[in-house]
């Protein structure tokens, strides 16, 4: 009994671990924010934006569109701020599906 419940703690352990390396880190989100930005207006134009860091990145898979991630995040240029991102996966990058990517001119 001692050994299958150490197996099925592995199991669990090892689902888990699956699970949260899935999620888009902040490094991510920040990538597809940026890529976003250029898809919509241009790559010429939003070379002079900067795209502030997600920080407090905290996402979910949506149950009925596997793959997909809502995100919830602050940046961290405005920390009291919460936003909301859904990303998925597409050819191995993260790409940014809704949600306002925050971007402005630098001072």
């Known amino acids: 009994m001692r050994a299958i419940s150490g197996i099925f703690y592995v199991f669990v352990l090892t689902a888990c671990a699956h699970v949260v390396s899935d999620s888009p880190t902040a490094d991510d989100l920040h990538s597809a924010m940026i890529n976003r930005v250029h898809t919509d207006i241009g790559t ?64």
């Open 44 to 107: 010429e134009q939003s070379a002079y934006l900067v795209c502030a860091k997600p920080v407090e990145v905290k996402c979910r898979e949506v149950e009925e569109e596997p793959g997909e991630f809502v995100c919830k995040y602050r940046d961290a240029a405005n920390r009291r701020e919460e936003r909301t991102a859904v990303v998925a996966q597409d050819a191995g990058k993260w790409v940014w599906l809704d949600g306002a990517p925050y971007c402005s001119m630098p001072d």
